[in-house]
């Protein structure tokens, strides 16, 4: 049996892909903190791993305040 649901570091990466326009548009230094963000939020993949009930992208969401306090 192979594995059903992606892991929360391809979601993570699925994520990365999905605002690569939006990080386009930014300034550089933007595009910079936008990657910090996204940085933060593997830091935080195996409690990403766990937040079952949250979205994907809310748990990130959440790793990346829990990085800017």
Known sequence: MGRTLATF?????????SWRAFRRALRREDQE?????????KYHVAAGSYASKASPFE???VA?????L
Do not use: K, P, S
């Not at 903190?33 to 939020?41: E, K, S, W």
């Open 59 to 61: 748990a990130m969401v």
């Open 33 to 41: 903190y936008l990657d910090g963000l996204f940085r933060a939020a």
């Open 64 to 68: 990346m305040l829990i990085e800017e």
């Open 9 to 17: 570091t391809q979601l993570i990466a699925q994520e990365v892909t």
